[in-house]
């Protein structure tokens, strides 16, 4: 299923499915897509967001937004990587289609970060009303919002951004440049954005909107992912 403009609307089929990690994934038959990779949708997370997004940024201090809440994994993995790492970072996400409840708890992203101590931060995080803040352990805060990539007005905000948006063949109205340039406006100098798809039209698109794009190894069964800098 391919959505133009932004007509898109949260599929009711939404399935958990084990990926090759072991982890677990959201199968819609409806859109004909998953929400990670099935190669393993928490190595995905940590190759492209954690390794070459948080890690690759500067700074100690970090708020980072995040398009595409979803499941809540990559949120989940920031924290996780913020405690150990000793960062504070100050986590916005965007979602207009939460995931059901049900759906996500039966996912347990927990059991990937060791269970049980993370268990009842991450349901408050993925509980909590949009626009409410929660601050974590390990200076680490998160607040979400229900609102579309396309309504984004922030300027010079946030020092990195992971772009977790479904892939162009089926939402070809998240990757285009009047997007890209919203999200620019919103990073900060020398701030980053990495994202798991590398199709060389939304290369193009993000570098139409000043961003210097470049593409590094992509997670398990993906030749290529992408980063891409603000810098003057
Ligand atoms: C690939 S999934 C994200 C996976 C997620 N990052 C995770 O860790 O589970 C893409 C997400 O983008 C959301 N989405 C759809 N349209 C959007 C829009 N216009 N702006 C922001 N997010 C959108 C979908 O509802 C979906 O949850």
Not at 1 to 23: I, K, W
Not at 29 to 57: F, K, M, Q, T
Not at 143 to 157: F, G, I, P, T, Y
Not at 186 to 191: F, I, K, V
């Amino acid at each position: 299923m391919a959505y133009s403009g932004d007509a898109f609307q949260q599929p009711e089929d939404l399935v958990p499915v084990r990926t090759a990690d072991g982890s677990f994934t959201l199968d819609s038959r409806h859109l004909g897509e998953h929400y990670h990779s099935l190669h393993g949708a928490a190595a995905e997370s940590r190759h492209v967001y954690i390794r070459n997004g948080l890690c690759a940024s500067v700074g100690r201090k970090l708020a980072v937004l995040e398009v595409g809440l979803g499941t809540g994994l990559n949120a989940l993995l920031t924290w996780t990587e913020c405690v150990q790492r000793n960062l504070q970072v100050d986590y916005v996400a965007l979602e207009p289609f939460p995931v059901p409840q049900e759906v996500r708890a039966a996912m347990a992203h927990e059991r990937i970060v060791g269970g049980v101590a993370w268990k009842d931060g991450f349901e408050a995080m993925m509980t909590a009303p949009p626009g409410v803040r929660q601050v974590l352990s390990g200076g680490f805060s998160f607040c979400w919002q229900k609102m579309r990539v396309q309504q984004l007005e922030d300027r010079n905000a946030f020092d990195l951004v992971f772009y977790d948006a479904f892939a162009p063949r089926v939402q070809p109205a998240m990757w285009t440049g009047d997007v890209f340039g919203r999200v620019a406006r919103a990073m900060r100098m020398g701030g980053l954005l990495v994202t798991y798809c590398a199709s060389g039209n939304a290369r193009r698109a993000m570098a139409a909107a000043g961003l210097q794009v470049e593409r590094l190894a992509g997670p398990p069964g993906k030749r290529e992912m992408v980063r891409a800098w603000k810098r003057g």
